[in-house]
């Protein structure tokens, strides 16, 4: 693909053939379009940065429910089992 330096030269080369105002105008049109993709290309980064960071947070309350869950029931298990030696003794 040609640069955008050549593409320009070949504007300027070609201006008897064409007004100048034409060939300005085509230059801002390329211009025009590097911008819109650029600004294209960082919004796109920018929504799968955004969707990278929401995924690790849902994975870490994910993580961080399972845990809460275990403890909660190792916490049961170990209630249960100090309620049944009380029980126990109490017979």
């Known amino acids: 693909p040609a640069s955008f330096t050549e593409i320009t030269k070949d504007f ?3 201006k008897e053939n064409k007004t100048p105002e034409g060939s300005q105008g085509e230059v801002d049109w390329l211009q025009q379009y ?6 294209e290309e960082q919004e796109l980064q920018q929504a799968l940065a955004q969707s990278l960071q929401e995924q690790e947070a849902r994975e870490q309350k ?4 399972l845990k809460r869950a275990t403890e909660l029931s190792l916490q049961g298990e170990t209630y249960l089992s100090s309620s049944s030696m009380l029980l126990l003794r109490e017979n």
């Open 34 to 39: 590097d911008m819109e993709r650029e600004r």
């Open 62 to 65: 994910e993580d961080d429910d």
């Open 12 to 14: 300027d080369e070609n």
